[in-house]
Nanobody, 126 residues
Framework: QVRLVESGGGSVQAGGSLTLSCVVS????????MAWFRQAPRQKREGVAY????????EYDASVESRFTISQDSAKSTVYLQMTSLTPDDSATYYC???????????????????WGQGTQVTVSS
């Protein structure tokens, strides 16, 4: 069974921090590309950060670079998204996603990601 299960969302004031977790299990564990996407109401889903588990390559959207950090704990089969200096614009449902890649770098296109978690809500108040 392919599963990604997110947790860690919640409500925080602007300037605060949250850490999201994504537990990877089943065949999802063979996916090399792990990413966090987010979607605010009436907005398109956008990539926030991705991580290639083989090469340890990480990329961030410009809107979150220097504030967010994606990482993994292999022993716990968990991918994290540490979020600091949060602003109301960061409010959204955050999704963990994964896909397998033979070579090259991971993609920002959500169409390639074939395994998704259920999402966790992040609300930042001003």
């Amino acid at each position: 069974q392919v599963r990604l299960v997110e947790s860690g969302g919640g409500s925080v004031q602007a300037g605060g921090s949250l850490t999201l977790s994504c537990v990877v299990s089943g065949t999802a564990s063979r996916r090399d590309c792990m990413a966090w996407f987010r979607q605010a109401p009436r907005q398109k889903r956008e990539g926030v950060a991705y991580f290639h588990r083989g090469s340890n390559t990480k990329e961030y959207d410009a809107s979150v670079e220097s504030r967010f950090t994606i990482s993994q704990d292999s022993a716990k089969s968990t991918v994290y998204l540490q979020m600091t200096s949060l602003t109301p614009d960061d409010s959204a449902t955050y999704y963990c996603a994964a896909y397998e890649i033979e070579r090259g770098t991971c993609s920002w296109s959500d169409l390639l990601y074939d395994v998704w978690g259920q999402g966790t809500q992040v609300t930042v108040s001003s």
